[in-house]
């Protein structure tokens, strides 16, 4: 049987991550998508060959997949905490250039209405600026 905490960590990753899904994590790690379903709905529990898989697209070491995984314990692990994740090197305008469900003509709508998003969020701060001087 898995372990509950695995499911929940898996879930976390993914998306400080940027995977939307368990279709973008299973192409990434050259797994089935059901095995990832799998995982994240908790009836079973990566294998150490999985792990190893796992490591690049999650941006894990082999170290804290085995905790995340309950395979070992923090203290087995000698390890007071997991480490923190890291903070996510997500890159919008890269997931568009890599969606192949894109058109080329709708990465460029959705390019330019991130675009539009970033300069109204940087209007707004420094109106908000403006009016707390």
Do not use: K
């Not at 899904?21 to 797994?31: D, F, K, M, Q, V």
């Not at 990566?46 to 170290?63: E, G, H, I, V, Y």
């Not at 000698?78 to 192949?100: F, G, I, K, M, N």
């Amino acid at each position: 049987m898995a372990s509950s905490g695995w499911p929940q960590w898996l879930s976390e990753r993914m998306r400080l991550l940027g995977f939307r899904t368990s279709s973008e994590l299973a192409r990434s790690a050259g797994t089935p998508v059901s095995v990832i379903s799998r995982w994240r709905s908790g009836n079973t529990c990566p294998s150490l060959t999985q792990l190893r898989r796992l490591q690049a697209p999650l941006q894990a070491t082999m170290l804290e997949l085995l905790v995340a995984a309950e395979i070992l314990s923090a203290e087995e692990a000698q390890l007071t905490a997991l480490p923190e994740p890291p903070a996510p090197s997500y890159d919008v305008r890269e997931s568009l250039r890599r969606d192949p469900a894109l058109t080329e003509d709708l990465r460029r709508v959705l390019e330019l209405q991130y675009d539009a998003l970033l300069a109204l969020a940087a209007a707004r701060a420094g109106d908000r600026a403006a009016h707390s001087t």
